[in-house]
């Protein structure tokens, strides 16, 4: 064989090794393998559903996998996952872990970060995985406060149509500006309390999608609704301040005691359903957070 063939020859089987090698450490390099991997801990009641090599998955990206599962002395099943170096970030203390079932498709621990400014989350630290049964029994828990809701949606309804009638509230207090300012300010809070109730209801249809975090969590639904419940409080006793300042000022005292009164009432239940709302709502939040596993 002429030397130029040989040469060539071997040229052509170097750079075959080359090609090869680089490939294998690319794709070592993508699996994270030249990189550090840190093993984080999980607990669950049941080891139902989890697997050694099932993924752990964030935004939609796969983080790591699930290395090994163990059964402590009090039966509690430990989940061991590895995470690499560069996705431990997604990891953090208020993080919750979700055993996610589909119908279709292998399942997966998902992760879900309200805050990623929190403290990163610490190997010493068992969060509890929750499976996807027990956020259908959260969002129960919630319904029988959103059907509060709808009630008091419709009693601030009611409220903002006796204000808006031509021939009641308004008319009394022609003639008094202080009272047209004061009404017509009250009405239009009402109405406030109307939409912004009334964008909560229709939050409620997407609920059972989300996670325990979009329940409980800082932006969830229920603190959401908590604030705005709040909000109705404080215009609702604005609301009787105008009424009051109507009842002072009106030159027909007698004929607008009735309507008043009857107005009062509707405030009064509205502002007692809002108050035992509230009440509901802090008594389940601080449910939200649940007690960790520490190792020894």
């Known amino acids: 064989m002429p030397k130029r063939v040989e040469f060539k020859v071997g040229l052509f089987i170097i750079t075959t090794v080359l090609l090869i090698t680089v490939f ?7 699996k994270d393998v030249f990189s550090k991997v840190h093993t984080l801990t999980l607990s669950s009641k049941s080891g139902e559903g989890f697997s050694v090599g099932m993924p752990v998955v964030f935004s939609g990206f796969e983080i790591g996998k699930v290395k090994r599962l163990e059964l402590n002395e009090n ?5 061991k996952i590895r995470i690499p170096e560069r996705h431990i970030k997604w990891l953090r203390s208020d993080s919750i872990f979700i055993l996610d079932r589909p119908l279709i498709g292998p399942p997966k621990i998902t992760v879900y970060t309200e805050n990623l400014n929190s403290t990163l989350l610490s190997p010493d630290k068992v969060p509890e995985v929750f499976p996807v049964d027990s956020i259908n029994e959260a969002v129960q828990k919630v319904q029988p ?11 601030s309804v009611k409220i903002t149509s006796t204000l808006a009638g031509k021939e009641t509230l308004l008319e009394m207090a022609v003639g008094d500006k202080a009272s ?6 009250a009405l239009k809070k009402s109405r406030e309390i ?3 109730l009334d964008s909560i209801l229709k939050k409620v249809d997407s609920l059972t999608t989300k996670a325990d975090g979009r329940v409980f969590g800082s932006k969830g639904i229920l603190p959401l609704v908590r604030k705005i419940l709040k909000d109705v409080v404080g ?18 005292v007698s004929k607008s005691t009735g309507e008043l009164d009857k107005l ?4 009064d239940a509205a502002m007692d359903s809002t108050n035992e709302l509230l009440k509901d709502i802090d008594r389940m939040l601080p449910l939200k957070k649940e007690k960790e596993i520490k190792l020894p």
Request: no cysteine; aromatic share 8%; hydrophobic share 40%.
């Open 145 to 155: 406060i959103l059907d509060k809701v709808d009630t008091i949606l419709k009693n």
């Open 194 to 196: 109307s939409y912004k």
């Open 75 to 79: 039966g509690v099943v430990l989940i």
């Open 180 to 185: 047209v300012k004061s009404i017509n300010e």
């Open 264 to 267: 009062r009432k509707d405030i």
């Open 24 to 30: 294998f450490v690319y794709i070592a390099y993508k």
């Open 235 to 252: 215009k609702l006793e604005r609301l009787n301040a105008a009424i009051d300042n109507i009842s002072k000022t009106s030159s027909d």
